[in-house]
């Protein structure tokens, strides 16, 4: 099992921003999409964006469109969520995860994910 870790997660106060990165193995981040996802109590993890490895394209949910960024440098096998402008509803628990076969936008896709870690924004 692949390990990704997420860090850099904490509380923060609406229009502020935050960045999130997450580390694992160089063999993942030299061949694998990746992908950021969030969830909240009680609910299934929804996508957030989503990075190609060959390419760089990017790809956001509707929600964070313009305000959250995705990059990589797989030179230091890490990844990074750039959260600016952030709501109250941006609270919550953010993944990463190596994409394997599948929709870039479907959880289901990833079989390889970190352990979180929470944002939350206040009002």
């Known amino acids: 099992q692949v390990q990704l870790v997420e860090s850099g997660g904490g509380l923060v106060q609406a229009g502020g921003s935050l960045r999130l990165s997450c580390t694992g193995p160089?063999?993942?981040?030299?061949?694998?999409?990746m992908g950021w996802f969030r969830q909240t109590p009680g609910k299934e993890h929804e996508f957030v964006g989503y990075?190609?490895?060959?390419?760089?394209?990017?790809y956001y949910a509707d929600s964070v469109k313009g305000r959250f960024t995705i990059s990589r440098d797989n030179a230091k096998n890490t990844v990074y969520l750039q959260m600016n402008s952030l709501k109250p509803e941006d609270t919550a628990a953010y993944y990463c995860a190596a994409k394997g076969r599948g929709s870039y936008y479907e959880a289901g896709s990833y079989p390889d994910w970190g352990q979180g870690t929470q944002v939350t924004v206040s009002s």
């Open positions: 160089a063999r993942i981040f030299s061949s694998y999409g």
């Open positions: 990075i190609s490895w060959s390419t760089g394209s990017t």
